[in-house]
């Protein structure tokens, strides 16, 4: 099994950083993609950035300019860097990872349990 644990969510006022992220443990044999998506209440889910095993990356045109997306995969670990916050980006942060397992060799989708980001003044 995997765990996905996420950290570096709050609150923070317009124009505002934050840094969240997100570390997998568990059986992992290795990680392809890492990345992030965001939902708030009464609204689909939307990626907001993705990031794969060799660094490629790709970013919400709505964030692009704004945040960041990058990996350690020696820590399994996927962080996104929010600058310039705004209202709108206020939402639930969910960290998302394909996972090939030591034990199954299978790729399997885990999701985080979510972090709150709030931007208001």
């Known amino acids: 099994q995997v765990q996905l644990v996420e950290s570096g969510g709050g609150l923070v006022q317009p124009g505002g950083s934050l840094r969240l992220s997100c570390a997998a443990s568990?059986?992992?044999?290795?990680?392809?993609?890492m990345g992030w998506y965001r939902q708030v209440p009464g609204k689909q889910r939307e990626l907001v950035a993705i990031?794969?095993?060799?660094?490629?990356?790709n970013i919400a045109e709505s964030v692009k300019g704004r945040f960041t997306i990058s990996r350690d995969n020696a820590k399994n670990t996927v962080y996104l860097e929010m600058n310039s916050l705004k209202p709108e980006d206020t939402a639930v942060y969910y960290c998302n990872a394909w996972v090939v397992g030591v034990t199954t060799q299978h790729i399997v989708n885990y999701w985080g349990q979510g972090t709150q980001v709030t931007i208001s003044s």
């Open positions: 568990g059986s992992i044999f290795s990680i392809n993609a």
């Open positions: 990031i794969t095993e060799g660094g490629i990356t």
